[in-house]
């Protein structure tokens, strides 16, 4: 069955820290996976997309890390802001005759100050 | 460019009601999609659109949900009587074709009580 697990569920820092959110599926086979940012009350926003070649992509102080062959992926986030406080989702597409998307449950990121 | 526009943005109905949510897609975008996501949930796919035509509706609840996108370009998504347990954010998403570039709606946060 196609899965994606995300850890942990919520987490709560201070500000100026450093976190790292995972995601870890099942989806085969696999074509792409995207993080989404989703702050309260909007809708997700991408923040990165990496295929099975890419190992690691940054989108300012976001770093997204790709193992294809443990099937884990990784959202490093580095010196959180307040604005930071959201939920992060992690979206793996399948490919072949049948393609979707599979969505992860989200982990829910509160920066303090 | 506006992006996905939704309206409304909140809705509360008495159960047995009926509701009906609207979606504005980016000008171009083919693919429309519908979602609803629960609270502490990742997004559900209900309904995919290609064009005017619905190509997945597999997980649309079809005895009381009913979708249309008439013109290729707006959808409606319709709920007819609500339960209690369709509370939940509804989303809609386009992009230019099937999984690529996805941009999502702020949603509607419907609650049936």
């Known amino acids: 069955k196609n899965q994606v697990e995300q850890s942990p569920q919520s987490l709560i820092i201070l500000e100026g820290k450093n976190c790292t959110l995972q995601?870890?599926?099942?989806?085969?086979?696999?074509?792409?996976l995207r993080w989404y940012k989703q702050d309260t009350g909007r809708g997700p926003v991408s923040l990165t997309i990496?295929?099975?070649?890419?190992n690691t992509k940054s989108n300012g102080r976001y770093t997204a890390t790709l193992d294809a062959d443990t099937k884990q992926s990784s959202l490093h986030i580095t010196a959180s802001q307040l604005s930071d406080s959201a939920s992060y989702i992690c979206v793996v597409r399948t490919q072949g005759g049948s393609e979707k998307l599979v969505f992860g449950k989200g982990t829910k990121l509160t920066v303090n100050p | 460019e506006a992006g996905v526009v939704q309206s409304p943005r909140y809705k509360i109905i008495e159960k047995k009601q009926p509701v009906a949510f609207w979606c504005n897609p980016i000008s171009g975008h083919n693919t429309l999609y519908w979602y609803r996501q629960n609270l502490g949930q990742g997004p559900e796919l209900l309904i995919r659109y290609e064009n005017e035509e619905a190509v997945d509706d597999s997980q649309l609840p079809k005895d009381r949900f009913s979708a249309e996108r008439l013109k290729g370009v707006d959808s409606t998504l319709k709920i007819q009587p609500a339960e209690l347990g369709d509370s939940a954010v509804y989303l809609c998403?386009?992009?230019?074709?099937?999984?690529?570039?996805?941009?999502f709606g702020s949603g509607t946060r419907l609650t049936v009580v």
């Open positions: 990496m295929t099975f070649s890419e």
């Open positions: 998403a386009s992009s230019v074709g099937h999984l690529e570039g996805y941009t």
């Open positions: 995601c870890n599926y099942t989806v085969s086979p696999f074509s792409n």
